[in-house]
Structures are given as structure tokens and as C-alpha cells.
């Protein structure tokens, strides 16, 4: 899709997005654009108000000292105008402001709905700033066309109507050539600059998601000490960005300086008309200064005109790229008329599963097993066999390309995610916090759960006298990604959530894997007794840990290998025998 197809793509958007909500406000809207029309007239009548005044003052037609009547009248037509375009603009706030809340929540949403590929394939950084953009790009464009542009074309109608009507039409047809030349110098060289504003854009989103991808690897930054190295690429980012901005801001002086030629050329054409009337005693001083005063209102809103074409045209892009966001699909949606999942005792049921991330490598062939309910069914495997790709699955973040999974016989492709979601609790490897309190980091588990029951579940997870002796106890702010805290305390608090969620169906995926033998033994002790009576996978890679689950799957390179009890696995003498020797070896 070429820039103009996307931008007139974006502008349908916009009008398709908007048409809801300007019909919710539609009488702001109206008293809107009723004060803008007496904004404009009142404009429209001071220059005339200064002509009366000036002939009134002239010796020659001069009646009175003071023409205090048309002085009044006057100041009341410049209050006016005042009044009416303050007001226009408070009343328009709520609605470009809100439309901008609007934009941003749908996009925020709409993310959420996403895949998890989409988002392993994204960078941050860039992403933030595409949202930032497009949303600001959304109010501004509102704005600009209803509080700029708008106003300006009506005050351009009406002043060349006004000549037309009250002057030779010399003056009028000198005015409309002077606006038609600045609209072409105006769309010709911002074409030609835009280019250039582009790059820079895009040497902005590509520095901006270098920093934060750095600095969400802060720590890995410090351990190899490459904090030079992270400097140079992020300057040569700032390098590629400043050529950009060099080039666009000189675009940007030739385009003001082609602007002023053309109306300079035209301010002066027209007063030399003025003048010439004046001298032949067709018009008088009045009329003189009513044109001048008229054009300059004319032609001051001009300069704002073209800082907007090219700040639309600019809008229309960052709102494509927004829009582009929306309208990625979903790799994973909810069936039409989906019911939610009706949870009686949990059995899960892999039925000849098969899977691929990406066709050319599969990663799960024909796998099929069961956990019966209120039962404990441990995985494991060497690195890459598919167990983390079973609990993606169980969770939905992938549907499978054949077979079925099913809890209680309902097929997961056939209920809402969201109760899939909402029935099984994880306690994962990487336990991933907000950086917020600890209090709120146990709550997220049941974001409406009262305080006693946050607290029984700190205790229950064994954190509660950790959270009780650090100096803001539950207020500590975990910092981000949860850095402050240890891998035993980050898991603790993972403990505690999934205990405040209270679900049926467990999942542990290698939650112990990264802990050290003592930190395990504890948590362990802690999966051991939330797992009772619920239906539990555990996905281990110790297999210390799993050693009285009521059944043992083997895994190889996507295939199950073996099952079994952890007694009839090592009498078998198969793989899990053989992986058992290893970490008893590697441990000793």
C-alpha cells in the first residue's frame, strides 16, 4: 500500500472511528460550530468597525471629536470574537480530549487481544511510541479540523464574499490568486519535505525501542560490561535521527520562507489597488485601512494552515500506523456465542495433539495423555522436548494445529478464554511483577479480594513475616519487573496470587528450576500443599521435585517417550531412568 492509499485508508478510519462518538456529542458539536460562525462574523464586522471609525476621524467627513458609539461598538466586536472562540474551544475539549482516551483504550485492548506471537515478535519501545503517536496524531487531527481549519475556511468565504460584494472585484480576484498560489507553494514543497519528516519519525520509534530494550536489560548490560557498546548503538540510533532532523527543519524554513514570498506578494498587489482607489477618490482612507486590516486577519491564519497540512498529512501517517495495530488479527479467538468453561472436577485430556510455532519445525507430534481430576501429572523432558509448548497450549496463547484439548470434555476452542483463564492457576519459572507495592502485586490475583483474604494468602505463601520486617512492609515497591526481590521471594508471591485466585486447575511451570536446593525444598513444600485435591501439571525440570506425582510423562523431541510412576519409570530403565542417574550424578 503506497503513502496515499494508507493515508486515505487512515482518513475513512478516522470518520468510521469518530462517527459514534461525534453523534454522542453531537449538541456540543452544534453549539460548537454556532460559536464559531459568531466568532467569524464578529471578526468579519472589527474591520469594518475600524473603517467607520477611521472615516469618522477623517477631517474632511469628521462629525464628532470622539466617535464613542462606533468605539464601543468597536471593542464589543473584538470581545466578542474573543469570547466566542474561548468558548468554542472549551466546549470542543471534551470531545477531541475524549476521542484521544477513546483511541488509546481501544488500542490498549486490542493489544491485550493479541497473540502471544505477536508480541514476542514486537519491540516495546517501538510499539509505545506507535500508540503515543497515533492516539495524539487522533485528537490533533479533531482539532486542527474542527478549531483551525474549519474556522479559517468559513473566515476566507465569507471576507472574499465581503469583497466581492463591497469592492471591485479586482480585489476579490487578487485574494483568491494570492490563497490559490499559497496552497500550491504549501502542498508542493511540504510533499517534497515530507519525506524527510518520515525519517525522521522512524530514527525516533528505532533510538526510542533501542533504549528501552536496553534498559529493560539493564542487568544483562552491567554483566558483560557493555554499557560503551549500548552507548554506541543507541548514538548511532541518535546519529541516523539528527541527519533527519537536520534536513526536515531546513525543509521547514524553505517552506515559511516560500509562504511569506506569496503573501507578501499578495498583501502588496492589494494595497497597491487600495491605494490607487484612494488617490482616484474611489475609496477612502476607511476603506484603505478595512482592506488592510481584513487581509492581515485573512492571511495570519494562513501560516497556521500550512503547519497543519503538513502536521495532518503527518497526523494521517502516525494514525496509519496505529491503525495497522488494529487491525491485526487475532490469532486466537473466541467462537461466536462461546460459552464460558463450566469447571466440575478439572480432568484435562490431550487428545493426539500436534503443533508448530512456524510449519517448517514442529514441535509437538500425536501427544496424548490425561490428568485426571483432583490428580498431579508431571512433565519432563530434555531442553526443547515441547513441555513449556503444553502449558501455551492449556493456557490458549495457541490454538493446536490438530487434535483437541479438553477439561471436563469441553473442548478449549469451544468456551471463552477468558473462564479458561479465570479456572487455572500458574506459578511460573520467571515469576514477572508490576513495579508496584508487594500488597498489590499479591492482589492481582483477584484484583476484588478484600484485605483479609490478601494477607491470608501472604501467609499461607509463607511471605507474610518477610513483607512484615522490610521497612514499608506491603507498600515496598517491588521495582521493575520485580528486581528487588530474590527468585525465592519473587515465587513466593507468585504462591501467593495463584492461592488468592483460588483456582481448580493448577499449572507449575519449572517454578522451582531456577531456585537453590533450600530455597526449593521450601517452595516445594508450599506446590505440595496448594496442589492438594486440585488437578495439577507440573512441568519440572528437576525431577527431585516430582517424584510423587501420581503419573510421570517423558518427553523427547515433541513425542512422549515414556509413562508412568516415578517406582516404574527407574525399574524400566528408559530415558527417565537414565535423566535420573544424570541429576543425581550432577548433584552429588
Known sequence: MNEKTQQRAALARVFQALAPYAYRYRWRIALVLALLTIAKLANLGVPIGFKAIVDALTPSEQWIAVPIALLLGYGALRLLAAIAGEMRTILFARVHIGARRRAALDTFNHLHALGLRFHLERRTGGLARVIERGTGAMEDFLYYCVITIAPTLFEIAIATAFLMYAYPNVFALTTLATLAAYVAVTIVVTEWRT??????????????????????????????????????????GLDHWQAAAEKSWFTLGVLNAAQAIVIALGLTTLMWLAASEVAAKRMTIGDLVLINTLLIQLFVPLNILGMMYRDIKQALSDMGKMFELLEEKREVQDAPEAP???????????????????????????????????????????????????ARLLYRFYDVRSGAIRIDGMDLRNVTQHSLRHAIGIVPQDTVLFNDTLYRNIAYGDVTASHERIIDAARRARIHEFIESLPDGYETIVGER????????????????????????????????????????????????IAQERTTLVIAHRLSTIASADQIIVMSEGRIVERGTHEALLAAGGAYARLWALQQAEEA
Do not use: C
Request: charged residues 25%; hydrophobic residues 40%.
Open 340 to 390: 464460558d468453561l463450566q469447571v466440575r472436577g478439572g480432568e484435562i485430556r490431550f487428545e493426539n495433539v500436534s503443533f508448530a510455532y512456524d510449519d517448517r519445525r514442529p514441535i509437538l507430534f500425536d501427544v496424548s495423555f490425561t490428568v485426571p481430576a483432583g490428580h498431579t501429572v508431571a512433565v519432563v523432558g530434555a531442553s526443547g522436548a515441547g513441555k513449556s509448548t503444553l
Open 195 to 236: 519525506r524527510y519528516y518520515r525519517k525522521m519519525i522512524e530514527s525516533d520509534h528505532e533510538s526510542a525501542a533501542l533504549a528501552v530494550d536496553s534498559l529493560l536489560n539493564y542487568e544483562t548490560v552491567k554483566y558483560f560490561a557493555n554499557e560503551a557498546h549500548e552507548a554506541a548503538r543507541y548514538d548511532k
Open 482 to 529: 520485580g528486581l528487588k526481590l530474590s527468585g525465592g521471594e519473587k515465587q513466593r508471591v507468585a504462591i501467593a496470587r495463584t492461592l488468592l485466585k483460588n483456582p481448580p486447575i493448577l499449572l507449575f511451570d519449572e517454578a522451582t528450576s531456577a531456585l537453590d536446593s533450600a530455597t526449593e525444598r521450601e517452595i516445594q513444600a508450599q506446590l505440595d500443599a
